[in-house]
Structure formats: C-alpha cells, structure tokens
C-alpha cells in the first residue's frame, strides 16, 4: 500500500469518523449532566469534556494534515485525548461517582477508539516506512 492509497482510505472513513468521534463528545456531555454535583466530580467532568471534545476537534484537525508527519502527530494528539477520556471515566466509575453501568457504553466506545486509532497510527508508519 502506498502512502497515496492510505490517505484515499483515510478520507473515505475520515467522515463517517468525524461523526463517531462527535458522538463521542455528546456522550460525555449527557453523562456529565447527570453526574452528582460534588467538589471532586465537577473537577473530574471538567478534565473529561476537555478530554473527549479534544477527540472530536483534532481528530478533525487530523483530517486536514498537509503531510504524512503531520497527520502522524496529529492522530497521536487524538489517540492521546482518547486514552485520557479513559481514564477520567475510570476516575468517574472507581470511587461509585457514578455506576459502571452508566459509564459502560461510554468506556466501550473510548476503547474502541483508542483500538482504531493505534491500529491507524500502526499502518500509517509501517506506510511510512515502506516507502
């Protein structure tokens, strides 16, 4: 696969991804609003809604890389922001802030996107390196 067939599949996928990764930040939205109102939650959904619409908005900044190096840092930001979406619902979910079962789809979709994002990043620098 050359770096040109990478990025014509990339942009094929880049929509219906700019979507996922918006519903993404919707989804934490909804949950921050139910979230009991205490000191230690507003901080940790502060840090969750800057980590997930971080998703959304590079992802889209992804989308619009003028090089290979530069969608190769870009994804890594995005990948970054995914994993920290993690761990700030983890952070929801491990002292009974909120259930497991709330956060369930949330933390599945976040481990998806991480998954995608570390297998994209993957081939874009086997890509890179082949050429």
């Known amino acids: ?9 990339q942009t094929m996928n880049s929509e219906a991804m700019k979507d996922r990764t918006k519903m993404f930040a919707l989804m934490v ?4 609003r139910i979230v009991p109102r205490t000191e230690e939650s ?3 959904c502060r840090q ?8 959304a908005a590079n992802y889209r900044a992804t989308c619009r890389a003028r090089s290979t190096s530069d969608f190769i840092s870009k ?10 979406t993690l761990f700030w619902t983890e ?10 079962e709330r956060a369930a789809a949330l933390l599945m979709e976040a481990n998806e996107l ?14 890179q390196s082949a050429s």
């Not at 696969?1 to 599949?9: G, P, R």
């Not at 969750?48 to 998703?55: D, E, P």
């Open 75 to 84: 994804l890594g930001i995005v990948l970054e922001e995914a994993d920290e």
């Open 42 to 44: 507003r901080i940790i």
């Open 91 to 100: 952070l929801l979910v491990d002292p009974g802030i909120i259930t497991s």
């Open 48 to 55: 969750l809604l800057r980590s997930a619409t971080s998703v």
């Open 1 to 9: 696969m050359q770096i040109a067939d990478f990025v014509t599949t």
């Open 29 to 32: 939205i909804r949950l921050c």
């Open 114 to 127: 991480v998954a995608i994002f570390v297998a994209s990043l993957r081939t874009v620098k086997r890509v």
